[in-house]
């Protein structure tokens, strides 16, 4: 741990029994590192047990749905590349292989950017657990086919209207990556993202039908989830367009008093974020030119505060500034 501010609040906050389960936490302010920190917990590789884990900077570890935030990224590349579609172009366009679907003309007015945004009106509900087929991340690992099986859902809301969450939505945007650039999704992360961010190592989850798991199959060690959050607050860093980041992190749909949805990211009043199942977390505050990572085990609990008392209460209140 880098600042005595930070280290003695995150302390505090420990001995308060108000951080259960953390497992990392990198923060980065005007280029310097004011907090470091890594301890000791079980984890887990998706639903498989790691047992107790002392965790150092270079342990991988699940971020889970932050995986759907560095699709977004991909497909921000991709597109400057002239690889993928843009995000008003019809979606069913670019799934010839489904034609019945694309004969239902509410199905065939989708765009790519109602996926982009999570605005796609279908019938999905995650808010079970993942461990369980009533989960329709579960339910779409578990088809024969998971790109029909999320072009098929039922639309129950007018596309581009409402923002639900979809892990099926990151699905067919890293699909789309996928198919213009006749690159595994993996391997076109290693070569335009991770090599040109200094990240020599990455592991992400596959089906068992070999595709990645576009929602939530991404590990990364701390310091390298902390480089894409530094990545995003250097707008882009000449790797991602700074053109998609602006419209990738500009609010397209309400979620919540004061919370947003861009193209895969998370929009507040003074902050930019990725978010994942356990207190997987990226922070970016741009006006604090600061970048913050969160690795922690809270995986499926109703209440994961972790992430959000590290972030709220060491490092924001730490600088003075309330959340």
Known sequence: MKDDRFTRRLARAAEQGRIP??????????????????GEGVDFRLNESLGRVRFTPETPHDVRSVTKSVVGLLYGIALADGRVPEPHEPLLRHFPEYPDLAGDPRRAALTVGHALTMTLGFEWNENVPYTSAANSEIAMELAPDRFRYILERPIVAEPGTRWSYCGGASALVARLIEKGTGSALADYARARLFEPLGIGRFEWATGDDGTALAASGLRLAPRDLLAVARLVLDGGGGIVPASWLAAALRPHVPISEGRHYGYQWYIGDTWVGAFGNGGQRIYVAPALNLAVAVTAGQYDLPDQPTATVVIDEVILAGIGRRP
């Open 21 to 38: 389960d953390l497992h990392g936490v990198v923060a980065v302010r005007d280029g310097r590192v004011i907090l470091e920190y890594y």
